[in-house]
């Protein structure tokens, strides 16, 4: 499958004031699509706030992304002038939401 982009996609998404993506690595990529996010986080880089969801360590990152140098570069950015909020030792609130509706 080829993934085309429309045109201006990746300016009009790297000019929000703000963006959210949630579950990074939740399905799998192609390899241009590793690109056209890596394009995105490189535009936003130092200029906009990005937020990134994910169940998966950065150490795991490569396994989604399968490039290597991509992969580091790509966390090297993201990580630059951030907040890392690691969440593995949290309890999840969904068992006791689920049980009062």
């Given at each position: ?28 990529v ?34 989604f ?7 580091a ?29």
């Amino acid at each position: 499958m080829r993934i085309i982009p429309k045109p201006n996609c990746l300016a009009n998404i790297s000019a929000y004031d703000c963006l959210l993506i949630d579950e990074i690595g939740y399905v799998e990529v192609e390899p241009v699509q590793v690109g056209l996010f890596f394009t995105l986080m490189h535009r936003r880089h130092r200029k906009n706030p990005t937020l990134i969801t994910s169940n998966l360590g950065f150490s795991e990152w490569g396994s989604f992304l399968k490039n290597a140098h991509l992969t580091a570069a790509l966390i090297d950015r993201l990580t630059e002038n951030s907040h890392v909020i690691n969440m593995k030792q949290c309890v999840s609130l969904r068992p006791k939401l689920s049980h009062e509706s």
